[in-house]
């Protein structure tokens, strides 16, 4: 079978809400759930386990790479009755958590939930990511200090 662009899911679209889900706080996972499809039956693919990632990092952006250190995370996989499979990933040992958001990324997959998903559950997230960014920069800035340079003029 011939891989047209038709036949491709948008993998950056997927990218972005599986990203924006493992950022999410467990109720903003459950509560649309609850609300918008409370019934919703899907199937395990792969039940949420725990492990470690190693993290690496690089010295100054562009230096050697090196270990930082090990990140506990869990991973799951389901399958909608439909046939959407949803992956997700999150920091932590949050089983719930890593279900529902991969519960979320497969209804994304669908053209019917796809603006209910972001309606009600990306946009709330990005709202909040964006305003924990502004809190930050505004806590940042209040503690910054301006050095500047005078040319002392010896004569």
């Known amino acids: 079978m011939p891989d047209t662009e038709a036949a491709r899911p948008n993998l950056d679209c997927r990218a972005v809400t599986m990203a924006l889900l493992a950022r999410a706080e467990c109720e903003e996972l459950s509560r649309p759930l ?9 199937t395990m693919v792969r039940a949420p386990e725990t492990g470690l990632v190693m993290l690496r990092g690089r010295m100054g952006g562009d230096g050697a790479p090196f270990n930082l ?9 389901v399958e909608l009755q439909t046939g959407e499979r949803g992956y997700a990933q999150r920091l932590g040992r949050d089983i719930s958590g890593v279900k529902k958001a991969a519960i979320i990324e497969a209804l994304a997959q669908r053209d019917a939930d796809r603006p209910l998903v972001e309606r009600n559950v990306l946009v709330p997230i990005r709202q909040r990511l964006a ?20 040319v002392r003029a010896e004569g």
Do not use: C, I, M, Q
């Open 34 to 42: 609850e609300v918008f499809w409370p019934d919703l039956a899907f």
């Open 69 to 77: 250190g090990e990140a506990t995370v869990t991973r799951a996989v």
């Open 131 to 150: 305003e924990e960014a502004s809190r930050k920069r505004a806590e940042t800035a209040a503690t910054r200090v301006d050095f500047f340079t005078l």
